[in-house]
């Protein structure tokens, strides 16, 4: 099988989890992070199997539901989409996952105790 890159709508996610995720279909994939959904921007729903994950987007600070199917696995298929946009913001993004994915190879514990972006947030 063909492993380099995810069954995209079979994958499920944790909050916490570094994805790569889309708000459209044309959309470049974008560096994120599965994060506690938002009380008060009510879950989209769709038929069949598409379920929807609130993502923390690196780079801009947005917040978004998105669809499964519109997401990847950060470290399977980073290579292939760390350098699929030239934009500033883009490049920004890509140097803050990687910032927060090299810590968690150094810290595996820390992980769990993730629940919300606070920690990288208060960089500015």
Not at 57 to 78: P, Q
Not at 82 to 96: C, G, H
Not at 99 to 113: G, H, L, T, W
């Amino acid at each position: 099988p063909d492993m380099k890159t995810e069954s995209m709508a079979s994958a499920t996610y944790n909050v916490g989890d570094l994805v790569w995720g889309k708000m459209t279909k044309k959309a470049v994939l974008w560096p994120a992070k599965v994060a506690k959904g938002n009380k008060d921007v009510p879950k989209p729903t769709m038929p069949g199997n598409v379920s929807f994950y609130w993502l923390f987007f690196y780079g801009t600070d947005n917040y978004a539901w998105v669809r499964s199917d519109y997401m990847e696995g950060f470290e399977l298929n980073r290579v292939k989409n760390e350098k699929a946009a030239k934009s500033k913001s883009f490049e920004q993004a890509v140097e803050e996952i990687i910032e927060v994915y090299d810590k968690r190879q150094a810290n595996p514990d820390q992980i769990s105790s993730e629940s919300s972006v606070e920690e990288e947030e208060e960089e500015e």
